[in-house]
């Protein structure tokens, strides 16, 4: 078993050695090719760039597990529509206390265009109908992966992914109502 060992460090030291001088033969040698240029990244993201999003989102996070109550506007409980309510509200913000009227503010964005600070809307518990209702806040966007806070009937203020199947059937639109927090 130690010759095993022994053997297998051996081949492994030996490799990256000879790995090593191979990349320094190749860093002091002539390009090539000419280099390909850096890639722009973004310096912030959407929400950095209206400093009240992140505040309403930050101020979002410190609730998670409060518990859902029916009605519920408060650290007692939020239902889904009360909780975005109360964290828009924190900030001078007015929000109506229902999801569907809440899908009735900002304007509509694509679910492409969707960014940190929107609203996210659903069907309530059936699939089926047309109404609205349920809503959270967008926390994060990461490709086509949109993460959103809410208060759930199953669990109080928590997170979730709209790629669930859950929320996929049940997705209805994206609200922007960054032009409020600008505003203020």
Known sequence: ???????????AVSFGIANAQSVSAVIN?????TP???VTVPSKQF?????LVGNVI?????HL?????????????FDCSG????CFSHFGISLPHSSAAQGNVGQPISKDDAQPGDLILFKGHSAGGSRIGHVGLITEVIGDRIKFIHSAWNGG???DYLHANYYQHRFVGVRRVVHLLAEK
Not at 47 to 51: A, G, L, S, T
Not at 58 to 62: E, G, H, W
Not at 83 to 86: E, L, N, P, S, V
């Open 1 to 11: 078993m130690t010759k095993k060992m022994l053997l297998t460090v051996f081949y």
């Open 65 to 77: 597990a409060i518990r859902y109550r029916s009605g519920g506007t408060s650290t007692r409980g």
């Open 29 to 33: 040698s002539e390009p090539a090719v």
């Open 157 to 159: 203020v928590r997170y």
């Open 36 to 38: 390909i240029p850096a």
């Open 83 to 86: 909780f975005t309510r109360f």
């Open 58 to 62: 930050d101020f979002a996070r410190k």
């Open 47 to 51: 929400y950095e760039q209206i400093p």
